[in-house]
């Protein structure tokens, strides 16, 4: 009995964790390609078009983005975009540098 209450539980655990991670939203996922996609282009403007386009602020995507397990500023450096890591890192709440090169 006491067996089949723990493969029950690890059952339920199992499938409850597996639907968190398959529930976003498809729209936020496209979003956050396309605002980490422009992240790499080094044009500020196209940055700013992405980020309005999702009705986006600025100082949300600085703060809370994160794209490839990097926070934004950083994957733009990482990429070589170091005009919108620079323009991220301006914007960040804690006025904490997260990249520069």
């Known amino acids: 009995m006491m067996k089949k209450l723990a493969i029950s539980a690890l059952t339920t655990t199992l499938v ?3 639907q968190v991670q398959a529930a ?7 979003a956050l390609q396309d605002v980490c996609h422009s992240a790499t282009s080094n044009r500020v403007a196209a940055l700013r078009e992405t980020i309005k386009a999702y ?9 809370k ?5 990097l926070p934004i500023a950083e ?3 990482e990429h070589n975009s170091d005009t919108i890591a620079q323009y ?5 709440d804690s006025g904490q540098v997260l990249a520069m090169n």
């Open 24 to 30: 976003m939203d498809p729209y936020v996922e496209k």
């Open 75 to 77: 994957f733009a450096a």
């Open 16 to 18: 409850i964790g597996s």
């Open 55 to 63: 009705r986006l602020e600025v100082e949300d995507v600085a703060n």
């Open 88 to 92: 991220l890192n301006q914007r960040l």
């Open 65 to 69: 983005v994160v794209c490839n397990g």
